[in-house]
Structures are given as structure tokens and as C-alpha cells.
């Protein structure tokens, strides 16, 4: 229906945003362990967080989660939500664990990991959509390989 009007796309983002942040943490804390504490198949250690980020997180967890700004995440129109849930939020088990602010701060973290202004400052201006990184950015900062 997007093609009959361009606020079709708009209500079917909002839907699927909806019912990714029912089926999400908001505690940006919550997501980091659980994304760290992923194994493989043999039951090997297979984090998909850096060291240096979840310490990040866990030395700042109150400052992180009163930054992100989750009603941002329904300024995406459904094609690009949907490129964000395919290929960019990471998945645990199967299922997506992030959201896009989750994947953005993750990003900023990585990119500045202490200093924390220069954080919120590339998380505030990708949030609000000003620019985005590149993909390889986007797939690998704040993770075991950045």
C-alpha cells in the first residue's frame, strides 16, 4: 500500500517498530550481556560484544540508558527498518536483541568507548538522522572485531 500513499509506509514501521520494542530489553546493560554471553554450537564462548564496550556499559549504565531515545526509532519509514532488522540489529539465538537506538549508541561506543560526550554527541546526530555510518561501521564497532 505504500505505492497508493507514502503514510503506508510510515504505519506499517510503526507496527513492526512496536512490536520489536515489546519483544525487546530497554535496558541497554541487559542487551550488552546478553549479546556477550552468546556461545556456539560446542558450547565455546562466541561474544559478539568487545571487552572494552561492555566495560563501557557497565561503568556508565545510567548515563547510556537515560541518553537513548527510543521514540526515535519510529522516525525509520518500513523499507529502512527493515534493511536495519535483515541485515544490522544483532540477533541472539535467532532473535533480534537490539533495537536501532541499541545499534546506534553500540556504534558511538565503540567508535569513542570513554569519552562518553563524543558518544552521545555521534549517537544524538545519527539517531536524529543528520548521518550514518558506513555498513562496515555499522556491522563491526563495539564488536569482538572492530
Not at 2 to 9: E, I, K, M, T
Not at 31 to 38: A, E, N, T
Not at 109 to 125: K, N, W
Not at 133 to 141: E, G, M, V, Y
Amino acid at each position: 500500500m505504500s505505492l497508493v500513499h507514502p503514510d503506508f509506509s510510515k504505519l506499517a514501521s510503526r507496527i513492526e517498530v512496536s512490536n520489536l520494542h515489546k519483544e525487546t530489553d530497554d535496558d541497554y546493560l541487559k542487551v550488552i550481556q546478553k549479546l556477550d554471553s552468546m556461545v556456539d554450537k560446542q558450547g565455546r564462548n562466541a561474544s559478539m560484544i568487545h571487552p572494552e564496550l561492555k566495560r563501557v556499559v557497565e561503568q556508565n549504565r545510567e548515563k547510556i540508558n537515560a541518553k537513548l531515545n527510543y521514540s526515535r526509532d519510529f522516525n525509520y519509514d518500513f523499507f529502512g527498518f527493515k534493511t536495519l532488522e535483515r541485515s544490522y540489529l544483532l540477533k541472539a539465538e535467532g532473535k533480534i536483541v537490539e533495537r536501532p537506538q541499541h545499534m546506534l549508541m553500540r556504534c558511538s561506543l565503540g567508535i569513542h568507548l570513554d569519552d562518553l560526550e563524543s558518544a552521545f554527541e555521534t549517537y544524538d546526530l545519527m539517531s536524529e538522522m543528520w548521518f550514518t555510518h558506513a555498513t562496515p561501521t555499522l556491522f563491526n564497532s563495539g564488536t569482538p572485531k572492530p
